[in-house]
């Protein structure tokens, strides 16, 4: 019975760990769109503005402005770079990807002249909502641990025997590979390892592909040229796969039989899903429009594998242990969204426009039919909460060409006053016709965001977290032609 519990406890630890938890809930919560070079160029911030494909996944009213047949399709070279700071040593990484963030097509029929319903639109695209090609590198002396500390203190208790079944996946492997060795003292056996408490290298380097994107199939009606609505679904699709690697070495002059070990872990996740979106445009004056959205919870079905591999050089030999192949499948529920949009029209010349939006991170939730994530869930709630997202873009007129610029606030997912996870943007972009129906719009976005991660849990020894700023470039070109 005992043994049955222990197992439990440990699996559930272990799903914890590395499968299913809040930073997945955030991450696959996130949503920082990267579709046309338009939306880009104006920070996104379309909700009330509309006459875009982007546009319409963040109100599907904005499709209620078109008045003929359109095509769109995007390409984006995508630079993202990452510099680490841990226990006082810089270190950088960086991923480059070029890719299709964006194509669609879009169909209008004239119903009246004269009576209030005067366009119907329909319209099917894609759209990449978040981005997770990754590069991170970081590295530093820790004086006052390792990881091992913290598999000796979840082990205590256990017998060697029990290893295996309990902890299959990190603390058995590294038994395997002698990190981890039972001795005889005077108060009888006790685990200890080669592996010096502190003054070690240590470090972790991840390398992530990856992408959320949502195929959109939206409808849309233009009353009176002045209030449009709008109704979207989405068929929502999440890949990520990748390894994370970290390491321990000794430091020069260390005098101990140790030389380095790696861990490393191999995760591939991949979801499919759906939502539904409703909004509005309306036309307030000539000078103001309104508009507003509401998109509700996405409900993913995940399928996860992964695997992980315990390598160890001590006395300079080397050994490896390769852990059993997992799968999971689990429901992944992603929080509703709401959208507050205005623009002001300057007569024939621009257009400034501002969105709004309103989510709570601490909403999200992971199901399964065979495993109760509360305890997950009760740490997102506890970890994350309320923010808004606020987008700023204008659009100039420049003779047949356009002009466009903007910026954009995306709030901590840990809630409001918080700063830790924000993320800031600007972007610049030009409209540029090569015929009456063909238009190429090309625009470059920037995007700065901090984080603080820790490497795993040192229990009283404590542990420095992991300062990381990113910044991501990315360029992009739209092709549109309408007809």
Not at 104 to 121: A, D, E, M, V
Request: aromatic share 16%; charged share 15%.
């Amino acid at each position: 019975m005992r043994r049955m519990l222990t197992t439990v406890i440990a699996l559930l630890s272990f799903l914890s760990t590395f499968a299913q938890g809040a930073d997945d809930a955030c991450l696959f919560s996130q949503t920082y769109y990267q579709g046309t070079a338009k939306a880009l160029g104006m920070g996104n911030a379309l909700g009330s503005v509309g006459g875009d494909m982007t546009a319409i996944n963040i109100n599907p009213a904005g499709m209620g402005i078109y008045r003929s047949n359109e095509f769109t399709t995007s390409l984006n070279l995508l630079d993202n770079f990452h510099s680490s700071q841990y226990y006082g040593t810089q270190t950088s990484g960086n991923k480059t990807r070029l890719s299709i963030p964006n194509i669609g097509w879009i169909s209008t029929k004239q119903r009246s002249n004269y009576r209030p319903l005067r366009f119907t639109q329909f319209g099917i695209g894609l759209t990449r909502t978040n981005d997770y090609n990754i590069h991170t590198n970081a590295r530093g002396i820790n004086p006052t641990s390792s990881r091992i500390d913290n598999y000796l203190a979840r082990i205590e208790g256990y017998s060697q025997f029990e290893l295996q079944d309990i902890f299959p996946y990190d603390i058995y492997p590294a038994w395997k590979t002698y990190l981890i060795d039972l001795y005889q003292g005077a108060n009888g056996p006790y685990y200890s390892s080669p592996v010096p408490q502190g003054n070690i290298w240590q470090g972790q380097e991840c390398d992530f592909i990856g992408r959320s994107e949502a195929w959109t199939f939206a409808g849309s009606a233009n009353f009176n040229d002045r209030f449009f609505i709008g109704i979207s679904a989405d068929l929502a699709h999440i890949k990520r796969a990748g390894e994370k690697i970290f390491k321990e070495s000794r430091t020069e002059g260390t005098d101990t039989d140790f030389n380095q070990w790696l861990f490393t872990e191999n995760l591939s996740s991949t979801g499919w899903g759906g939502n539904i979106k409703v909004g509005f445009i309306y036309y307030a004056t000539r000078y103001l429009r309104l508009g507003g959205a509401f998109h509700s919870p996405t409900i993913y079905n995940f399928t996860e594998s992964w695997q992980t591999t315990t390598e160890s050089e001590i006395n300079w030999v080397t050994q490896k242990s390769l852990s059993p192949e997992s799968y999971y499948e689990y429901t992944f529920i992603k929080p509703l969204k709401w959208v507050g949009s205005m623009a002001f029209v300057i007569g024939r010349q621009g257009i400034i426009s501002l969105d709004a939006e309103y989510t709570n991170y601490g909403a999200a939730r992971f199901k399964a039919n065979d495993y109760d994530y509360n305890h997950v869930n009760e740490d997102i709630k506890g970890s994350y909460g309320k923010t808004f997202n606020f987008r700023l873009g204008t659009e100039w007129s420049l003779g047949a060409s356009y002009l466009r610029a903007g910026a954009a606030y995306y709030g901590s997912p840990f809630g409001l006053g918080e700063t830790g996870g924000s993320v800031k943007k600007a972007s610049c972009g030009i409209s540029v016709p090569v015929s009456e129906s063909t238009t190429f719009d090309f625009a470059y976005e920037l995007s700065y965001g901090k984080s603080y991660t820790f490497l795993y849990d040192a229990g009283d020894l404590g542990i420095e977290s992991i300062t990381q700023k990113q910044f991501k470039h990315v360029l992009a070109t739209t092709l549109k032609v309408r007809f």
